[in-house]
């Protein structure tokens, strides 16, 4: 019997896996972010549609209660600016943040996070689209709000256009900052009482006139991230607007937005390895 060299053996079918079997097909590339990303927003914006239609109501009645409830204090001027503009954002407040923190913890307590882990796509694309698709839900009841709050006090209607930077800018950082507590927190429970909180801070420390607070909350108003949304709709209202000090607001709104959403991002991937 003659003695086959092992280097032939090596080159045989049946030493590469089998006779008659194929070598395993090679995995494609990931997806690119960004046709991810719109992928996760379309999918995102049609799962919420239906659900989140009714709570967009109630943050546009409770913003603009809010307002006819301050017109009664708020004669007109700064104060009335400050009313007006932070009222706007509380809406954004109340879906980006308070409902994407409720959202994320859901998912996360339920496995849902474990089908995106599954899907070639990057953990900034679940994350972005799933913030974008929130963030949109804003649009109609800002403006709703910002119409009506300047009927109310009798403020000008020709700037509120600045509302389309600023709705997207205070929209990204805290729908970042929504995404990051739903991801962290250990219950969903927890989730829903952190966005809970931070949608009431946006409540009283945006809506409420900065002249009548002690320093101490002027402090804690100076590091939410909405408040810099606020500010830069708010100086819109002068009748000569400072409109380096609107771009200034708006930059420090876009940076939080940045920071929010790469510790989301981070809280995303910490949580889908679990």
Not at 157 to 164: E, I, K, S, T
Not at 215 to 241: C, H, I, K, N, W
């Amino acid at each position: 019997m003659s003695v086959v060299p092992a280097d032939v053996l090596a080159g045989t079918p049946a030493a590469q896996g089998g006779a008659g079997e194929t070598p395993p097909a090679e995995l494609g590339p990931r997806a690119r972010l960004w046709p991810s990303l719109a992928a996760v927003y379309r999918a995102q914006l049609s799962r919420a549609r239906v659900a989140r239609i009714p709570l967009l109501f109630v943050a546009t009645f409770q913003s603009v209660g809010i307002m006819i409830m301050l017109r009664g204090v708020v004669g007109g001027g700064k104060e009335a600016h400050s009313v007006v503009a932070g009222a706007a954002i509380v809406v954004v407040a109340f879906v980006a943040l308070n409902l994407l923190a409720q959202y994320f913890g859901q998912l996360r307590a339920g496995g849902g996070l474990d089908h995106y882990a599954t899907l070639p796509v990057p953990p900034a694309a679940v994350v972005l689209g799933a913030a974008a698709a929130y963030a949109s839900f804003t649009v109609p009841g800002t403006l709703v709000t910002a119409v009506f709050g300047c009927v109310l006090f009798g403020l000008p209607l020709g700037n509120l256009w600045v509302l389309v930077a600023v709705i997207p800018l205070a929209g990204a950082a805290l729908s970042g900052l929504g995404a990051a507590f739903g991801l962290l927190a250990p219950r969903p429970e927890l989730a829903t009482l952190l966005g809970q909180l931070g949608m009431s801070a946006a409540l009283l420390l945006g809506v409420l006139p900065p002249e009548r607070m002690p320093q101490p909350v002027r402090f804690l108003r100076d590091l939410l991230p909405s408040t810099y949304g606020v500010e830069a709709y708010a100086r819109t209202f002068d009748a000569r607007p400072d409109w380096t000090l609107v771009g200034v607001d708006m930059a420090v709104c876009a940076a939080v937005g940045v920071v929010s959403l790469a510790v989301a991002t981070w809280a995303y991937r910490r949580a889908a390895v679990r």
